[in-house]
């Protein structure tokens, strides 16, 4: 069983940056993929970026160039750090965590989920 605990999300101006942190508790095991999701009001949850043990990334197309997903293995925190923010990245972000995930931006492939952290982009 995996917990998550996300925070840094905020305000931010549109071209500003923002990093969400996110502690997980219990064991992460070699074959589990972490990742970030988001879901805007009235849009379904969909993939921003996922990491594997090995540090192998895979990104949504509006993400690439502009997120950049991490882990800390000694320390359990997956991080996604944002830069040149827009406002139609506003959105509650999740972390997550899978098993043997195939499709990595797929959110029927997670199965532990954070609460959220909400991320708000004016201009």
């Known amino acids: 069983q995996l917990q998550f605990v996300e925070s840094g999300g905020g305000s931010a101006q549109t071209g500003g940056s923002l990093i969400l942190s996110c502690v997980v508790s219990?064991?992460?095991?070699?074959?589990?993929?972490l990742a970030w999701f988001r879901q805007a009001p009235g849009d379904r949850r969909e993939g921003v970026a996922s990491?594997?043990?090995?540090?192998?990334?895979t990104y949504a197309n509006f993400a690439k160039g502009r997120f950049v997903i991490s882990r800390d293995n000694a320390k359990n925190t997956l991080f996604l750090r944002m830069g040149n923010l827009k406002p139609e990245d506003t959105a509650v972000y999740y972390c997550?965590?899978?098993?043997?995930?195939?499709?990595?931006?797929?959110?029927?492939?997670?199965?532990?989920w954070g609460r959220g952290t909400q991320v708000t982009v004016f201009s």
């Open positions: 990491i594997d043990y090995d540090d192998s990334t």
């Open positions: 219990g064991y992460i095991e070699r074959t589990h993929s």
């Open positions: 997550a965590a899978g098993r043997y995930v195939a499709d990595h931006l797929g959110r029927n492939e997670y199965t532990y």
